[in-house]
């Protein structure tokens, strides 16, 4: 039994990133200044008192289970200790009103002091503490490419003692909180964790296809893309059925969005940075942002931007 209920602890920080994204993209300031300050203080409280410290002045958090969800009750996996420390930085910075110095102080001081896993020669992030001890297995190699449910195939109680991942769980982080992970880590995870994903779950295809279409890896991005598109179309696991994969549907707005478009929120308007493949003539998004509506054309190196109102929108070229 996978006791998602008890240990996956990291939903506590999701749902405060959920938070605080739907302000970033829609400037509600009475959701900001009410139920948004009220979230970040409470989940905030609840990662201090998560949180072990050790008498060397370091912070961790046991007895988790990541988004991979092949391995369970595992010391401080790096997505949910990186979260975490986001979730307190987040509190400090958004919700000062609401608290004293003095806890302040204290979240910020346990978001410095939390293990995230990162060796700093390689930028790679261990996904939780003992994970490069467990056996080295050819997941490739013995089932090929496409995406598969290896807890099944190779039995939960195996898979727990390999380097077998069910889908994005550190590089995920590459996509929800980069400015909190270390610059330049995005190719080394992606490289060390890619080949041992199994895909097992229907959210991972579009999250690595955006990070691929981030490093401009276009024919493993767009495979990935593809797959997720058309996993309710061609009934790939043979679930439709019974409901569709409302949550994959979101996960491929965003691989197009935020990896081939390369659309971010930034601070008080849009920062484009596109990553668009040789084949594809054009690349038209439309969205909302803070309610101006925006329509973005992509041509090669060309980027039309139509808007609705005034809106600061700025092209990164590389």
């Known amino acids: 039994m996978v006791r998602t209920g008890q240990m996956e602890d990291h939903i506590v920080a999701d749902v405060a990133w959920a938070a605080c994204?739907?302000?970033?993209?829609?400037?509600?300031?009475?959701?900001?200044?009410?139920?948004l300050m009220r979230l970040l203080v409470e989940t905030a409280r609840y990662w201090a008192s998560r949180i072990e410290c050790d008498t060397d002045g370091s912070a961790h958090i046991r007895?988790?289970?990541?988004?991979?969800?092949?391995?369970?009750?595992?010391d401080d996996n790096a997505f949910t200790n990186v979260m975490a420390r986001w979730?307190?930085?987040?509190?400090?910075?958004?919700?000062?009103?609401?608290?004293d110095?003095?806890?302040?102080?204290?979240?910020?001081?346990?978001?410095?002091?939390?293990?995230?896993?990162?060796?700093?020669?390689?930028?790679?992030?261990?996904?939780?503490s003992g994970f490069s001890q467990l056996a080295p297995f050819p997941l490739r190699e013995t089932y090929g490419p496409a995406p598969f449910a290896a807890d099944s195939v190779i039995g939960f109680g195996r898979i727990q003692s390999l380097q077998v991942l069910k889908q994005a769980d550190v590089l995920m982080l590459q996509l929800l909180v980069p400015h909190e992970i270390a610059p330049g880590s995005l190719r080394p995870n992606?490289?060390?964790?890619?080949?041992?994903?199994?895909?097992?779950?229907?959210?991972s295809p579009a999250v690595h296809a955006a990070l691929l279409a981030r490093l401009s890896r276009f024919p493993e991005a767009i495979d990935l893309l593809k797959f997720a598109a058309r996993i309710d179309i061609d009934d790939v696991s043979k679930t439709t059925a019974h409901g569709l994969h409302v949550a994959t549907m979101g996960g491929v707005w965003l691989a197009i969005v935020?990896?081939?478009?390369?659309?971010?929120?930034?601070?008080?308007?849009?920062?484009?940075?596109p990553r668009l493949p040789d084949g594809w003539e054009a690349l038209t998004v439309h969205?909302?942002?803070?309610?101006?509506?925006?329509?973005?054309?992509?041509?090669?190196?060309?980027?039309?931007?139509?808007?609705?109102?005034?809106?600061?929108?700025?092209?990164?070229?590389d």
């Not at 994204?21 to 139920?35: L, N, Q, S």
């Not at 979730?87 to 608290?99: D, H, I, K, P």
């Not at 002091?113 to 930028?123: E, F, H, I, K």
């Open 21 to 35: 994204r739907y302000v970033d993209w829609t400037g509600d300031e009475a959701f900001r200044r009410g139920p």
């Open 63 to 74: 007895h988790v289970i990541g988004p991979d969800e092949y391995h369970d009750d595992v």
């Open 87 to 99: 979730n307190l930085r987040a509190a400090v910075s958004r919700a000062r009103s609401e608290c």
């Open 101 to 128: 110095e003095r806890e302040l102080r204290r979240w910020d001081a346990l978001a410095s002091a939390l293990a995230d896993g990162l060796d700093p020669r390689s930028l790679v992030y261990e996904q939780f």
């Open 190 to 203: 992606l490289d060390r964790y890619l080949p041992m994903t199994a895909h097992g779950s229907s959210l």
């Open 258 to 273: 935020e990896g081939f478009a390369g659309i971010q929120a930034d601070g008080d308007g849009l920062r484009v940075r």
């Open 287 to 317: 969205l909302v942002y803070r309610g101006v509506r925006v329509q973005l054309r992509i041509a090669g190196e060309d980027v039309k931007v139509d808007t609705g109102g005034p809106l600061r929108v700025v092209i990164v070229r």
